[in-house]
T-cell receptor, first 115, second 108 residues
Framework: GAVVSQHPSRVICKSGTSVKIECRSLDFQATTMFWYRQFPKKSLMLMATSNEGSKATYEQGVEKDKFLINHASLTLSTLTVTSAHPEDSSFYIC???????????FGQGTRLTVV | GQQVMQIPQYQHVQEGEDFTTYCNSSTTLSNIQWYKQRPGGHPVFLIQLVKSGEVKKQKRLTFQFGEAKKNSSLHITATQTTDVGTYFCAAGTYKYIFGTGTRLKVLA
């Protein structure tokens, strides 16, 4: 199957700093990628749809200035958590699909801890 | 917005017992996907159902899509310890909303 790589897998940062998470599709082009957030033992919450060459589409309740998404190429989307606070600590995971409306492939996820 | 509920939230079974998780939507679905997430891992695609009343099998796993395309189920026959994880359904078109998930523990 297709491969989606996410980096870093774990990051610890201080309150007030920003953290960038990368999501790459390694063997296919993805005009669209999706960013999710997952709290412990909870479901995946869709945060935003990342669109190559245009602005991301954010889900209701997700602060676009807080979670900056950039999809500069067909194989790379980045999520930047700006001015991180402890409540931003979570598991962030991206997905992409080589086919519209088809199977989604997930990155390995990034566990963010803000201290 | 669209909501996708799953029951049960948790299930503990003895190895060899069967397991079923149910997925219910408030709206008619164009298709439904199922994923498995192992503890500490990321979701892995299992299957996609598209047709009303569709039934698909993968070894010990049986997936069903309701006639009204508002619900779906995943049944595992004779569970094994390798079945441990959280099973999610996901619904949508192009953009998928994940269900609440069912966490399965299999006791050896």
């Amino acid at each position: 199957g297709a491969v989606v790589s996410q980096h870093p897998s774990r990051v610890i940062c201080k309150s007030g700093t920003s953290v960038k998470i990368e999501c790459r599709s390694l063997d296919f082009q993805a005009t669209t990628m999706f960013w999710y957030r997952q709290f412990p033992k909870k479901s995946l919450m869709l945060m935003a749809t990342s669109n190559e060459g245009s602005k991301a589409t954010y889900e209701q309740g997700v602060e676009k200035d807080k979670f900056l998404i950039n999809h500069a190429s067909l194989t790379l989307s980045t999520l930047t958590v700006t001015s991180a606070h402890p409540e931003d600590s979570s598991f962030y995971i991206c997905s992409a699909s080589p086919n519209f409306n088809g199977e989604a492939f997930f990155g390995q996820g990034t566990r963010l801890t803000v201290v | 917005g669209q909501q996708v509920m799953q029951i049960p939230q948790y299930q503990h079974v003895q190895e060899g017992e069967d397991f079923t998780t149910y997925c219910n939507s408030s709206t008619t679905l164009s298709n439904i996907q199922w994923y498995k997430q192992r503890p500490g891992g990321h979701p892995v695609f299992l299957i996609q159902l598209v047709k009303s009343g569709e039934v698909k099998k993968q070894k010990r796993l049986t997936f069903q899509f309701g006639e009204a395309k508002k619900n779906s189920s995943l049944h595992i026959t004779a569970t094994q310890t390798t079945d441990v994880g959280t099973y999610f359904c996901a619904a949508g078109t192009y953009k998928y909303i994940f269900g609440t998930g069912t966490r399965l523990k299999v006791l050896a």
